[in-house]
C-alpha cells in the first residue's frame, strides 16, 4: 500500500469511498468539481492498484490549513490507513509553512491520538474570521460555524493541532 498524491483520474473512486460517510452525515458530499478543483489538497491510499482511503490538506489562511475529506474503504478499516493518510498530510501542511491544523470531525479519538485538541469558539482573530467570510467554499463556511451549514456539522468537534 503507498499513499500519493491524488490525481484527477482518482476523483471517481474518492467520491465513491466519500458517498457512504456522507449518506451517514459523517461527512459532506461534494459536487464533482469540487474534487476536481481541489485535487491538489488531496493525497490518496492505494493498494493493489485500488484506491481506499483519501484525505486532503487545505490552507485556510496563512498560518492555518484544515484536515478534510479523511476516508478510508469500510474493507480497509482497522489496518492504519486512515493514519497514514493523516501524516502525510500533516507532512504537506508542514512544507505549505502551516502552524496550526484544523478539523472538523465525529471521530476524536482518532484524530486525539494525532494530537489534535478540541477548541472552543474560533481558531482565528476578527479580523481573518471577515476576510474568510468572503470564501465561497463551504467548507470554509463549516470552518467559521455559519448558520448555513449547522445541519451538515450538529454533533461535530472542532479540533485543533498545532505543528
Known sequence: MRIRPARTADVRAMRALVSPLAEQRVLLQKEAVAYYESVGD????????EVV??????????????????AVSSSALGLGIGSRILRQLVTRAEELGVARLFCLTFETDFFARHRFTPIEGQAVEPEVYAEL????????????????????TLGNTRMLRVL
Open 53 to 70: 482511503g483519501c484525505g486532503a490538506v487545505h490552507v485556510l489562511w496563512e498560518d492555518l490549513a484544515e484536515i478534510r475529506t479523511l
Open 133 to 152: 467570510l468572503r470564501s465561497y467554499d463551504e467548507g470554509v463556511a463549516e470552518f467559521l460555524d455559519l448558520e448555513r451549514v449547522k445541519p451538515n
Open 42 to 49: 488531496f493525497v490518496v491510499a492505494e493498494r493493489d492498484g
